[in-house]
């Protein structure tokens, strides 16, 4: 739910707050948002309460954006007291292991970012900022000689990375062939409160998938098939953080953002 309260002054500029009390994704902070915006006489405030969450759909979109729509001569604040997002990445797939054919973990997916700002912003922030976690890399696969059964392994599924929408878990390794054989686990996706775990390596000779990253934090790198080996390949490597802030030099005149939690990078 979003309300606005609008205040008139002397010299005729227009005083608005525009208050977020619902959870909600992907926000546009724009002048359609202010009802009557006046060109280049609007001083906007955009609250955020405290237990409310702005999250993004996808790690392609922002959870937050104050966007161009706004006059150079208008003002715009932003204060957030509650937590503004970015989407966590998905987990890789853990390695092959058929019938002696090997395919290495695949890297995680990256995650998304939290806050966008193309116009200069004052922001105060009491409450939590920051960008998904990147998705766990997939296990490497192994091969073995045990007994001369000749087991095929696959690796374990990277965990899904922390974000307001969770970065999915990694699918499992197939591990065919050869007595004893074995998949590789799923990994577990990620969710608004934690990342999500590597899935277990399919057998001693394959590697499990690598967690995915908290909050601004990059996803861990899934694990080369184990020792003992007669093949093995490496696990992928973990998904790219989200950042917490694109548009540093717009917000509190180059400051970034400043106080509360922030996590991930400001550029």
């Known amino acids: 739910m979003f309300n606005a309260r609008n205040l008139f002054f002397a010299g005729g500029r227009k005083i608005v707050t525009v208050t977020i009390s619902a959870d909600t994704n992907n926000y546009i902070a724009s002048t359609s948002q202010v009802t009557g915006y006046r060109a280049g006489f609007t001083d906007v405030t955009f609250v955020v309460n405290s237990g409310v969450t702005v999250g993004s759909a996808s790690t392609g979109s922002f959870a937050f954006t104050v966007n161009t729509s706004w006059n150079v001569a208008d003002t715009v604040k932003v204060t957030n ?3 503004i997002l970015g989407a ?3 987990g890789g797939s853990g390695g092959d292991s058929i019938n002696s054919t090997m395919t290495a973990g695949a890297v995680g997916s990256g995650a998304g970012s939290a806050v966008s700002v193309l116009r200069a912003v004052t922001w105060t922030n009491t409450g939590t900022v920051g960008g998904g976690g990147g998705g766990g890399g997939g296990g490497g696969a192994g091969y073995g000689l045990v007994g001369k059964n000749n087991p095929n392994f696959g690796g374990g599924g990277g965990g899904g990375g922390r974000g307001q ?3 999915s878990g ?6 065919i062939g050869g007595t004893g054989a074995a998949n590789g686990g799923t990994g577990t996706a990620g969710t608004s409160a934690a990342a999500g775990g590597g899935g277990a390596a399919g057998g001693s000779f394959a590697g499990a998938g690598g967690s995915g990253g908290s909050l601004g934090s990059a996803g861990s790198t899934g694990a080369t098939g184990g020792a003992g080996y007669t093949g093995r390949t490496a696990g ?3 998904g790219a953080a989200g950042a917490a802030l694109s548009g540093l030099s717009f917000v509190n005149a180059g400051a970034g953002i400043t106080g509360g939690t922030v996590s991930g990078g400001q550029s």
Not at 170 to 175: E, H, L, T, V
Request: proline share 0%.
């Open 88 to 90: 966590g990445g998905a």
């Open 170 to 175: 990694g699918a499992f390794g197939d591990g």
């Open 236 to 238: 992928g490597a973990g």
């Open 81 to 83: 007291g509650g937590s």
């Open 165 to 167: 929408v969770g970065g």
